[in-house]
Every structure is written in structure tokens, then in C-alpha cells.
């Protein structure tokens, strides 16, 4: 094998705060030419680090590569005389080694180094932010020049000149670019996915994200970036449903069956999703939304809700208070990620208070299918009295042929019975999932509290339960994902500083705001963040999918187009503007 390049330039910087937009970014993307040699260690260069490990950095990503070449295409396209070795985040400037002759399993040795290739170049603002070129995530990737990093093989010393021979070639022989075009370009040929997701040098989570895409739906999006979709919406926006029953399920809980007013059934959903209602209790009138989950059969012809009165809530008190029979709720259709798998694997739902909604249809679904999957249903209320649906969750679990439950009660009444009503008195804590002996290997559906979730997803994970398995549904706004930014104090979402808008109102679902559009934010996604409405971004350009977010009415344009369209239903705020009145899942 006698392929051979240059090593040009070795790059190293170690992490350190850099001012962005208003915020402060911890990077390790700013690297700079070292003269003589330097040691390459199994997770770093001699004076090198990242400053998000979560994208960056570890064994399978230890060094990045990067070509002159490229170099040469971006000062042609960027109109730069400026880009030197290092400038693009890289350890290794070479001369050679183009992304689309390298492929993922090649074996190179420079000086006593040998190093093994194992996927492209992360996605990542910082690249855009080194350069000043806010695109450029979104243009590595269209113009199929990533670079590549690699696992450190063999440690020891390299230095600028040394040549680099490749040594082996990886397996199918999938070249970077040809990969990096697999999951964020359309179309996902699967003979391609298959063959590369069979390397055995590509990153794990690499081959995580390929085999997503083999699995899925074409329908349904990028579930290699944004895991496994659910189905788009039956129908655009919101449309009127009438209500057919209202029912106190406990002393705070009440049930509101809704159907379509012609009579005809209703589309089917996934146990664990949820519809948006609007009501229009808001100041003037304007109106309110809110997310409940569907709690009766998947296949019913109509949708079932359970509404919590929060001492505190607008809607919740107008539903209790107001709604009945023959009242029309406008409704967008279900919606979410929180739904059951068709696995064989046993299954554990999780449920606080009206945490038991969705828990309560997928119950329904392993009923009706006749599940022999073993199903554990762990249910913590504070007595009899507040416990909804508690004779319906227990006749679906004697359906069931390795159904077994663990009902908590913190305070119970004087008229539960234990072992009738409930099982167990206390909390339903990570010392009580320790003494259940769960399966380890089981899929785990929990929704309640935001404490309650966290502090059960941790005793999960103490109980052997692997992070991947645990899924939670959370009402609230989303966890923020904001990589490298410095942690800042929290603010509840308010209107954005200064004067308003004069754009189209955007509504912010989760957050319960809204705030004329202003035509100095670029994106959906810079506006929420002028409002402190918690978002997930990483790239920034519409390549990634981080922010990916479900509109639930109205339209956007992009004012840079997306490398792949978003699911149906779904837009990507980064890239997104408002064309008219939105309200987007956030």
C-alpha cells in the first residue's frame, strides 16, 4: 500500500472562554501551529483538549484531521486570505488525504504514530464561530468536506513534515464524505446505510444514528439525528372537537372525552402521545394552549384527556369549571416522541398523579394486543382520594399474562386498604426500585412531576438500567441543549427587551408566551432565546436537526433552506422565520 501525504502542520489549544453573541462559550476549537514534535496520547495531542466532550473528543474522536486542499476550496468560495492551519478546528493539517478517497476503517501511520479513522467532523457552531462564517456547519457538509477524526491506535510522536502512510484499508471501503452524506443529506440509500453501519471502526454512535435511519419511516424524518419518530400529524393545525363526556376521575382529575362533530372516528395515535387543545380563556379572550395526553385505547374512535386542577392554571380551572357536554375544543392532532415500542422487551411504566395518562393508554395497547411482555406499572399518589383511573389500571393489568403493579400512597386514608388499594406505603423512591429486582433490560416509560421523573430516572439507572432505555414525557418546556455555553441563571420566559415587534405573534406552547415577531431576530430560534424560552440547538444552520420542534399552527419560511426538510409537522428554528401567526412546541 504505498497511498502517502504530508503532515503539514500539528494544531493544539486547550480550552478557554470566548465571547459569542452576548454569551460565553467554553471551546477548544481555537488551535494553533506547534513547532518539533508532539506526543499523541490515546485521547489527546501534548497540549490540546475539548471543550464539550459530550460532541467532541474521547477515544473514537481523539484526532481531528483536516486538508489544504480544503483549505484552498473555502479561500476560492469564502473569499479569504486569511485561513491558516488550525483555523477550522483541526490537529492535523495534511496534504492529501481527501474526504472522499479516505474511508472510515483506514489505518494511517505518521512518525510512530498509528492512527484508524472512525467517522466525519461533528456538526458544530464553533467551526462557524472560529471563522466567522455563521454558515459553515451547514456548508462542510453540502460542499461534502467534513474531515475526519480518528482513534489513536499507536501512541507516541509526530511533527510538520512527517509523511502519512496509509497502512490499511477499512472494510466496504465508505469513504468520509460519502458517510457524512448518508445521515445528513436526503435520501439514505439502505444497501449504503447497511454497509456502513457494518464497519466495525465507525464511532458507536455513528452506527447508532445509521441504523436509526435503516429502521425508520421514510415519513418520518432524520431519526438518525433526532431518534425514532413518530408518525406526522393526521391534520395541520388546530380543528374543533366536540366533547362527549366530562368525569371526575379523583378529587383533582377530570377526564373530557372528545369527538369529531360529523360523527366520523377520530385518526389513530400511538399509546403515550398527546394532543394541544386552545382554549380561548386568555386576557381578552386571546387564546390559551396546553398539552394533555390521550389516556383511553389507541384505536378508539374518540380522544380522552385527563386535566389536573393546578392551583394556579388558567386553562385547567376553565376546563374544570366550564366545559361539558356538546362544547366544541379545538384540538391539534397527537403529537410527541413519548410512545410505546412494538419491542419484546419487558416494560416498566412509571407514573405520579396524572403522570398516569399516558401510562394508562399504553396499558391499554399491551391489553388489547395480547402482550406476553412481562409489564411492571409503578404508581406513586398520595391516597385513594387523589389516585384517578385506579379500577380501570388495574382491570387492564389482570388482562395482561405478566402484568404486576406496585401502587404507592404517601398519606393514605383512613378508608384505603393496603394490599387492596394500594401496595406500599411511603414515596415511590430509588431505595424502593432497589428492592424490586426490575429487569435490567426493560423499557421504561415514566411521566409525572419534573422531580419525580429525575429522581426515578436516577434510581433507575442505579438499578442497572441504561440511560437509552428510559424515556420521560415532560408538559413543561424541554431541557435546554446549548453546548459550550456557560451556565447562566435560569429565567422564566418573559416578552424579549425593548420595544415589540411588529411580525406575526409566535406563541410559545410550552412556555405559555407570546410575543409579536421582531425582524431583527434571524431565526425562530435567536427570538426564543431573546425571550429565555428554554431551546436545543447545536449547529445553528439547519444541519443537525437538534432544534427540530413541532409546529402546532401557522407557517415559516427559511431563510437558509435546510439540508434535509424536518418531519412533517416539524420545523427547524434555527433556520426558520414566521410567515404568518405560529405557535410552536416550545
Not at 23 to 33: A, D, I, L, N
Not at 203 to 230: C, H, Y
Not at 300 to 305: F, G, H, N, T, V
Not at 498 to 517: E, I
Request: proline share 8%.
Amino acid at each position: 500500500m504505498t497511498d502517502m501525504a504530508k503532515l503539514v502542520s500539528v494544531n493544539v489549544g486547550l480550552p478557554k472562554d470566548v465571547e459569542w453573541n452576548g454569551r460565553t462559550v467554553y471551546t477548544g476549537s481555537w488551535k494553533t501551529p506547534v513547532t518539533g514534535p508532539r506526543l499523541v496520547r490515546r485521547l489527546n495531542i501534548d497540549g490540546d483538549g475539548q471543550g464539550d466532550l459530550g460532541g467532541h473528543g474521547g477515544e473514537n474522536r481523539a484526532v481531528l484531521v483536516y486538508q489544504l486542499a480544503s483549505y484552498d476550496h473555502w479561500a476560492t468560495v469564502l473569499g479569504r486570505d486569511d485561513l491558516t492551519p488550525g483555523a477550522f478546528g483541526e490537529n492535523l493539517t495534511v496534504d492529501g488525504l481527501p474526504d472522499d478517497e479516505v474511508c472510515i476503517g483506514d489505518r494511517y501511520r505518521i512518525g510512530d504514530v498509528v492512527l484508524e479513522v472512525t467517522q466525519p467532523r461533528v456538526t458544530c457552531y464553533r467551526v462557524g464561530m472560529r471563522i466567522g462564517e455563521p454558515r459553515m456547519a451547514a456548508l462542510l457538509v453540502s460542499h461534502h468536506r467534513p474531515g475526519f477524526y480518528c482513534r489513536v491506535l499507536t501512541e507516541g510522536e509526530v511533527a510538520a513534515g512527517h509523511d502519512v502512510v496509509k497502512i490499511a484499508d477499512g472494510p466496504h471501503r465508505v469513504s468520509v464524505a460519502e458517510i457524512d452524506a448518508l445521515l445528513y443529506l436526503p435520501g439514505h440509500p439502505r444497501e449504503a446505510l447497511q454497509r456502513a453501519a457494518d464497519i466495525p471502526a465507525l464511532s458507536p454512535g455513528w452506527k447508532t444514528s445509521l441504523r436509526s435511519l435503516l429502521e425508520q419511516d421514510p415519513a418520518t424524518g432524520n431519526s438518525g439525528l433526532i431518534g425514532v419518530a413518530a408518525p406526522p400529524p393526521a391534520w395541520p393545525g388546530f380543528r374543533p372537537l366536540k366533547v362527549t363526556a366530562v368525569r371526575d376521575e379523583s378529587r383533582y382529575i377530570r377526564s373530557v372525552l372528545l369527538a369529531d362533530p360529523a360523527h366520523t372516528a377520530l385518526p389513530k395515535w400511538l399509546a403515550g402521545q398527546s394532543i394541544v387543545v386552545r382554549i380561548p380563556v386568555g386576557q381578552a379572550g386571546s387564546p390559551l394552549v396546553r398539552n394533555y395526553s390521550l389516556s383511553n385505547e389507541p384505536g378508539s374512535a374518540e380522544y380522552r384527556i385527563g386535566v389536573k386542577r393546578e392551583p394556579m392554571g388558567t386553562v385547567s380551572a376553565y376546563i374544570h369549571d366550564h366545559v361539558k357536554v356538546g362544547d366544541l375544543i379545538e384540538v391539534a392532532a397527537p403529537r410527541g416522541s413519548f410512545f410505546l415500542d412494538d419491542s419484546s422487551s419487558p416494560v416498566i411504566l412509571v407514573s405520579a398523579g396524572v403522570g398516569v395518562t399516558p401510562v394508562l393508554a399504553m396499558l391499554y395497547s399491551l391489553a388489547e394486543s395480547g402482550s406476553s411482555r412481562p409489564v411492571w406499572w409503578l404508581h406513586s399518589a398520595r391516597n385513594g382520594t387523589e389516585q384517578a383511573f385506579a379500577r380501570e389500571a388495574r382491570g387492564l393489568l389482570n388482562l395482561l399474562p405478566h402484568g404486576q403493579s406496585r401502587v404507592f400512597y404517601s398519606s393514605p386514608g383512613t378508608t384505603d386498604q393496603l394490599g387492596a388499594d394500594y401496595d406500599l406505603q411511603g414515596r415511590l423512591s430509588a431505595e424502593a426500585l432497589g428492592e424490586m429486582g426490575l429487569p435490567v433490560e426493560a423499557d421504561v416509560y415514566v411521566c409525572g412531576p419534573e422531580r419525580f421523573m429525575d429522581a426515578v430516572s436516577d434510581g433507575l439507572v442505579a438499578c442497572g438500567i441504561s440511560v437509552g432505555s428510559i424515556h420521560s414525557e415532560r408538559f413543561g418546556a424541554h431541557d435546554a441543549i446549548t453546548p459550550g455555553i456557560a451556565a447562566a441563571p435560569l429565567k422564566p420566559p418573559h416578552l424579549p427587551d425593548g420595544p415589540p415587534g411588529a411580525g406575526p405573534n409566535v406563541q410559545f406552547a410550552r412556555s405559555g408566551l407570546s410575543a409579536p415577531w421582531r425582524s431583527a431576530d434571524t431565526s425562530l430560534l435567536e427570538f426564543a432565546e431573546a425571550c429565555d424560552v428554554p431551546t436545543q440547538w447545536s449547529c445553528r444552520t439547519g444541519v443537525c436537526h437538534t432544534c427540530e420542534t413541532a409546529l402546532l399552527s401557522g407557517q415559516v419560511r427559511y431563510e437558509l433552506e435546510p439540508l434535509e426538510p424536518p418531519a412533517e409537522g416539524n420545523i427547524l428554528l434555527c433556520v426558520a422565520t414566521p410567515s404568518e401567526d405560529v405557535i410552536v412546541d416550545l
